[in-house]
Structures are given as C-alpha cells and as structure tokens.
C-alpha cells in the first residue's frame, strides 16, 4: 500500500473514531450505559478515561492523515509514528485477546458480534505494521 492510500485509510479511520465518540456519548446520555465488556460492566464514571484514549487516538489519526509527508525527515514525527505503532499494535492485541479468549462484549442490550475483533485485528495490526515501517524508514538529514 503506498504512502498516499495509507493516508486515505488514515483519514477514514479517523471518522470512524469521532462516529465511536459520538456513539458512546449518546448511549452514555439516552442511560444506556453500562456496557459490559469481558464480564466487567463499564458505568458513566468509567467514560472519562475512555474518552481521554479515543480523542488521543483520533488525534494520531488526524495528523497521520492530514499531516504526515513521506519520507519522514523531522525526528518528531518519527516518534509520533512510533507511538502511533505503539498504539495500534496494543489495539490488535486487546482485539486478538477477545478472540482467543471469546470475551463478550455488550452495548446496552446489544451484543457484539465477535467478528468485528477479526476486522480490528487486521486494521489495527495493518496500521501498526505501516506505521513501525514508516518510523524506520526515516532517512537521516
């Protein structure tokens, strides 16, 4: 995948982030909350760390989207590659947990299929691998 698609996925995935935020804040307002994920229920208190790590991430995209030329030259945006990596391949990992060990998750009453881990696995995995890829290929000034 060149340069340029990475960036168009980038852009994608950072819309589908800001939907995600905008989902939960609406459950968390209609009191739809908690949900429960891997038997262990999530209530409106829980909401501030999740929406702290969500802004982050769609932050990360928007800058990889929008931002981010290639090749890297300036060492702040290899670091951010880096933690963009970092980031993602955490998020595979969480994802694959799901699967191996079958951990549910619900929505209100709405259970989650557990197919959707095997899409975040691919995407996640994918974005973390181009992001390492990109970091390391940073040529030197």
């Given at each position: ?54 802004v ?75 992001s390492?890829?990109?970091?390391l ?5």
């Amino acid at each position: 995948m060149t340069h340029h698609a990475l960036r168009e996925v980038s852009k994608f995935l950072s819309g589908a982030v800001a939907a995600k935020i905008a989902m939960v804040l609406w459950l968390s307002a209609n009191g739809l909350m908690p949900v429960v994920l891997a038997g262990t229920p999530f209530a409106d208190f829980d909401l501030l760390p999740a929406m702290v790590f969500s802004v982050a991430i769609l932050a990360l995209l928007v800058y990889f989207g929008w931002h981010v030329k290639s090749p890297v030259y300036a060492p702040s945006e290899r670091k951010l590659l880096l933690l963009a990596g970092l980031i993602f391949l955490i998020v595979a990992v969480v994802h694959g947990a799901r699967l191996v060990f079958g951990w549910t998750l619900f929505v209100g009453d709405l259970n989650i299929p557990l197919w959707l881990s095997w899409l975040g696995v691919v995407v996640a995995a994918y974005l973390s691998y181009a992001s390492f890829h990109f970091a390391l290929r940073m040529r030197a000034k």
